[in-house]
C-alpha cells in the first residue's frame, strides 16, 4: 500500500522569507498524481498544487513551486514570499491508480508566518 | 471552480441519536465521494469510498452499520451515523471527484463538526 511521510511537523517562516515542506512517498505505480492541499484554520482543505508523475517539470502555481524527485519518491513544497495568509496546515496527498483512486494523505505540517 | 456544499457544518446530538451529514456537488457531477474523518490536529482519515448508485466501500475498521453512507445522484452522498456516542465526536469531511475534472484535484466539502452528548 501507499504511504506518504512529512517529517516535519511544524515548520515557522518568516513573512516574506521562503520556506520548504518535505514529503516522501512509497509506491510500487509508475504513473501516478501528486498534491499539497492546505487546510487553514477554517478546516477547509484547498488544492495548493497538483503534480502528474509522467511530467519531468515541476509544477509551479504562483509563489507555489513543488521539487519533484521521482527516482527519490520525494515532493516537497516550496512557499516564495511568504504571506500571513499561507499559516495553515499542509496535507501532501498521493493518488492511488485505478479502484477508487482515492487520496492518501500525509500527517500534515504545521506552518507558521511570523510577521 | 467546483464547490462542494456541506451542511450541518455543526451539530450537536444527544447520544444515541443518529445524525445525518449532506454533500452535495454544486456545479458538477461527482462520480465519486469520499468520507474522511479528523481528529483534532491530525490527518484525515479515509472511512469510506461511494459511487453513485453503487453500495459504499469502507475502510478497514470503519463499522458500515454505524455509518451509513447514500450516493443516491451524482450531485448528493449523505453520511449517517446512527446511534452516536461520544467517541463519534469528530471533525466530518467530504470530498467530491469530478467526472472531468477529477485529475486536477478533488473537492472538499467546508467540513461537519460533530459533537455528541
Known amino acids: 500500500a501507499q504511504t506518504v511521510t512529512q517529517s516535519q511537523p511544524e515548520m515557522s517562516v518568516q513573512e516574506a522569507e521562503t520556506v520548504t515542506l518535505s514529503c516522501t512517498y512509497d509506491?510500487?505505480?509508475?504513473?501516478?498524481?501528486l498534491f499539497w492541499y492546505k487546510q487553514p484554520p477554517s478546516r477547509q482543505m484547498i488544492l495548493v498544487i497538483r503534480q502528474e508523475a509522467y511530467k519531468q517539470q515541476n509544477a509551479t502555481e504562483n509563489r507555489f513551486s513543488v521539487n519533484f524527485q521521482k527516482a527519490a519518491k520525494s515532493f516537497s513544497l516550496k512557499i516564495s514570499d511568504s504571506q500571513l495568509g499561507d499559516a495553515a496546515m499542509y496535507f501532501c496527498?498521493?493518488?492511488?491508480?485505478?479502484?477508487?483512486?482515492?487520496?492518501?494523505f500525509g500527517k500534515g505540517t504545521k506552518l507558521t508566518v511570523n510577521p | 471552480g467546483a464547490v462542494v456544499s456541506q451542511h450541518p457544518s455543526r451539530v450537536i446530538c444527544k447520544s444515541g441519536t443518529s445524525v445525518k451529514i449532506e454533500c452535495r456537488s454544486l456545479d458538477f457531477q461527482a462520480t465519486t465521494m469520499f468520507w474522511y474523518r479528523q481528529f483534532p490536529k491530525q490527518s484525515l482519515m479515509l472511512m469510506a469510498t461511494?459511487?453513485?448508485?453503487?453500495?459504499?466501500?469502507?475502510e478497514q475498521g470503519v463499522e458500515k452499520d454505524k455509518f451509513l453512507i447514500n450516493h443516491a445522484s451524482l450531485t448528493l452522498s449523505t453520511l449517517t451515523v446512527t446511534s452516536a456516542h461520544p467517541e463519534d465526536s469528530s471533525f466530518y469531511i467530504c470530498?467530491?471527484?469530478?467526472?472531468?475534472?477529477?485529475?486536477?484535484?478533488?473537492?472538499f466539502g467546508s467540513g461537519t463538526r460533530l459533537t455528541v452528548v
Open positions: 470530498s467530491a471527484r469530478d467526472l472531468i475534472w477529477g485529475n486536477y484535484g478533488y473537492t
Open positions: 461511494s459511487n453513485e448508485g453503487s453500495k459504499a466501500t469502507y
Open positions: 509506491t510500487s505505480e509508475s504513473d501516478y498524481y
Open positions: 496527498a498521493y493518488r492511488t491508480q485505478g479502484g477508487s483512486e482515492k487520496l492518501v
